[in-house]
């Protein structure tokens, strides 16, 4: 963005000042620990290849397409959340809130992951996590996670952290650092690629990621996959609406989505097959839940030369992948509040920071002393991370899609994608019809699903 009071700064709003900068941004907000963290436990509890399978599916039929519809819902309205929607419809500014709402919740169990990322890099670094023996790493994660204080303390640390980027309006700043970082991430999974594939008895792994079961296709997996998709591309939380609100009217809107989502899935799959390769050279689960990443990249440090060292690199890009997202689910309420509710940036960002680290206590706590504790028979982080990937985002994605569809209508929606006309675009068409009638049928259905109401 073009000035220092960063997005949402009161001196009049500001605009990405490239293409690239805006690329970088979205991109930034999409690929974080959903790719690396979340795909590979969600791919590892829904039985492998199948569960890939119906994500690529729901990628292209409905990710892409919605990520161009925020994108033309955000810069199109200028403007926070609330009013963006509102502009086209003031019956629809309720998906603002609900992306306010969401925002909160999301935040506080996404930075507990965020601080077990701080935690691993620091460990790294003072070379006691290279001490540990491969077969020991689920313990000694299991020991960190279950313990009162110290993962509190770096949650505490992330969420700090992404208030202090917000607040000092430097995330233009984190932008130009990330275009040299996200690469170079891209280039260390390479490297991690290499080594996981090549461990003896990897190839079981790669053929459990690869081969669809379709036994395990059922309602659930499909919720599950579209759950990831959202999360993954960073939809349904109005993210994207309020970082297009800072775009130019000359950006190509359409090639735009087709990159970042490609970007995006293009990480999420190399991490399965960083991850995958390395549980079975171990003779770990794939189902191991929200620990895998954290038990399984450690251990393939261990079998690589200079392992503390790489292990050290990746991490701290890790955190910085996670920060680069954790500043996007911020900025949609730092937006709504300094623009609705007229608060200054530092306020809105430590009232922020402080209600999600609350948030995030009882989040961390289940994993460890309030194991027991359910609630819709779900510990605390499941009912959190449930609601939030496979209720609120897909509900405001189908919202989206209708109110694009059936209420802005064909002609405004496809003027503001094709920027007037001046982009000539044969996908275009296809993405208006994909969004009036695909989306909403195929996302009510797993909606219908997601609450219970059918039951596949
Ligand atoms: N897409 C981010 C990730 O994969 O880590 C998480 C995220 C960011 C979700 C922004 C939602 C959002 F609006």
Redesign the pocket.
């Given at each position: 963005m073009s000035n220092n009071k960063g997005a949402g700064g009161q001196m009049g709003r500001d605009q990405f000042r490239s293409r690239l900068g805006f690329i970088f941004a979205a991109a930034g907000?999409?690929?974080?620990?959903?790719?690396i963290w979340r795909f590979p436990y969600m791919t590892g509890a829904s039985g492998g290849g199948a569960f890939v399978l119906m994500y690529l599916a729901i990628v292209l039929v409905v990710g892409v397409s919605l990520l161009l519809v925020e994108f033309s819902i955000g810069r199109h309205g200028k403007a926070n959340a609330v009013d963006s929607y509102a502009k086209i419809n003031k019956s629809f500014a309720w998906i603002g809130y609900l992306g306010v709402f969401t925002s909160f919740l999301?935040i506080s169990y996404?930075s507990v992951v965020g601080g077990w990322t701080i935690f691993y890099t620091f460990k790294s670094a003072t070379g006691s996590l290279a001490s540990v023996p491969a077969d020991q790493m689920g313990n000694f994660f299991g020991g960190f996670i279950s313990k009162p204080l110290m993962p509190l303390f770096y949650h505490f640390l992330f969420i700090a952290l992404t208030v202090w980027i917000v607040a000092n309006g430097i995330s233009g700043g984190i932008e130009k650092y990330t275009k040299a970082l996200m690469p170079l991430l891209f280039v260390m999974l390479l490297i991690l690629l290499v080594r996981a594939i090549t461990l003896p008895g990897a190839m079981k792994g790669v053929a459990w990621y690869l081969k669809p079961d379709f036994s395990k296709l059922t309602g659930s997996t499909v919720v599950a996959a579209c759950g990831q998709v959202f999360?993954?591309?960073?939809l349904g939380?109005s993210?994207m609406v309020t970082y297009a609100s800072y775009l130019s009217k000359d950006e190509n809107l359409i090639s735009n989505s087709f990159i970042v989502a490609m970007a995006d899935t293009l990480i999420a799959i190399i991490a399965g097959f960083v991850i995958f390769p390395t549980i079975f050279a171990f003779g770990g689960e794939p189902s191991g839940g929200p620990g895998l990443v954290f038990i399984s990249l450690p251990q393939i440090f261990t079998k690589m030369p200079l392992g503390s060292v790489f292990a050290f690199i990746f991490f701290l890009l890790l955190v910085i992948a996670?920060l680069t997202?954790s500043i996007?689910?911020m900025e949609?309420c730092i937006t709504f509040f300094t623009e609705k509710v007229k608060w200054s940036r530092l306020k809105a960002s430590l009232f922020y920071g402080a209600v999600c680290f609350l948030l995030g206590v009882p989040v961390s706590l289940s994993f460890g002393m309030w194991g027991d504790v359910k609630i819709l028979g779900k510990g605390i982080f499941d009912l959190f991370d449930y609601f939030c990937s496979n209720i609120s985002l897909p509900l405001s994605g189908l919202a989206c899609a209708i109110l694009v569809g059936w209420f802005w209508g064909k002609d405004k929606a496809l003027a503001e994608v094709t920027n007037n006309g001046t982009i000539q675009s044969s996908v275009a068409g296809l993405w208006f019809f994909t969004v009036k009638y695909i989306i909403p049928i195929v996302l009510g259905i797993i909606f219908l699903q997601a609450i219970g109401i059918l039951n596949v």
């Open positions: 907000s999409a690929i974080g620990l959903g790719n999301l996404y999360f993954s591309l960073s939380l993210g996670a997202s996007s689910i949609v």
